[in-house]
């Protein structure tokens, strides 16, 4: 390349430490990388980002941690963008796609209370911030006795307000809190049977230019195949319910040998109405299982279901 590897990112301490390991990464595939000025992270302001004061839902959702870093990839700005899959919209814009799939985190949800309680020891009213309409369905489903508000900000904005007593508890990605070393707080972390993580949460994705063929070679010895393949079936999923920020949508697949097993969760905002879907199968069909679990649930939905 004639120029720096350019690597695109959200600004965020959790948004560079992702960068970052994706620059070591392929600086250990790839030893001449490591020469100064090999590579540049490019630091990107989303919109996402600058709006604090509503949720994802309402301020328009997913692409709003895309948009930016996508744009700087079609105008040569960036080579290559790192994203927190979870926040990856389900369609991608014609000419880019998510060529690489690091090694899956730990893709389970995590609590946090001031006075060191578990979700269920919370008093009756205790209030819990969450930024997701999939952890608040979740908890209000579980505990339809709390009262749950918006909670925006990075990882430590939130600690930060949960230490100033705005809530009384929230809730965050585990994955997000091993990359940044900061686990020592959490009063509990949700196993799937109490929790349903959100699609693809804990994987990160790397989004190229399709044309782009030299940052592909870059890029492949970091390609994770099971990760892709747990991700596969989740996102389809997700597109046959055509699932965004607006609707409760929770999955994870886990690999066993050459299977796959996929469970999924659909619930009503405030968590009373709950509809279910597993699949199992051969690893191949990861986004075949997908579809047909979103299927099955979305013919089982009432009309207008994620309107109401």
């Known amino acids: 390349m004639t120029h720096p590897l350019r690597i695109g990112t959200r600004g965020s301490p959790l ?4 960068a970052h390991e994706t620059r070591g990464r392929l600086i250990a595939a790839h030893p001449h990388l490591a020469e100064p000025g090999a590579i540049e992270i490019v630091v990107l302001k989303t919109t ?3 709006i604090q004061d509503r949720t994802l839902a309402e301020a328009g959702g997913k692409g709003l941690f895309t ?7 079609f105008d040569g700005r960036a080579d290559l963008a790192v994203h927190s899959m979870k926040d990856v919209p389900t369609w991608l814009p014609e000419g880019l796609e998510i060529s690489t799939l690091l090694p899956r985190e730990d893709p389970r949800d995590a609590f946090f209370s001031r006075e060191g309680k578990r979700l269920d020891d919370l ?8 930024a997701g309409l999939r952890r608040q369905a979740q908890i209000l489903e579980r505990r339809p006795d709390l009262t749950v508000v918006p909670f925006r900000g990075n990882v430590q904005t939130r600690l930060a307000k949960l230490d100033a007593g705005e809530v009384d508890a929230t809730l965050l990605a585990l994955a997000g809190l091993r990359r940044l070393g900061l686990t020592e707080r959490i009063t509990q972390v949700f196993e799937p049977e109490e929790m349903l993580p959100a699609v693809a949460q804990g994987a990160i994705g790397i989004e ?4 782009d063929a030299a940052t592909r070679a870059l890029l492949a010895p970091l390609h994770c195949a ?11 999923l997700l597109a046959v319910l055509d699932g965004s920020c607006r609707t409760p949508i929770a999955a994870m697949a886990t690999l066993s040998g050459d299977r796959l097993s996929l469970r999924a969760k659909v619930l009503s905002h405030d968590g009373r109405q709950v509809f279910h879907a597993e699949r199992e199968g051969p690893i191949a069909d990861a986004a075949l299982l997908g579809a047909e679990a979103g299927s099955e649930i979305k013919s089982v939905l009432p009309p207008n279901f994620f309107q109401a």
């Open 15 to 18: 948004a560079l430490a992702q």
């Open 48 to 50: 996402g980002d600058r």
């Open 67 to 73: 948009k930016e870093l996508e744009e700087a990839l």
């Open 123 to 130: 008093p009756a009213g205790s209030v819990i911030g969450t």
């Open 208 to 211: 190229i230019r399709t044309d």
């Open 226 to 236: 099971e990760t892709a393949s747990r991700v596969a079936a989740e996102r389809a």
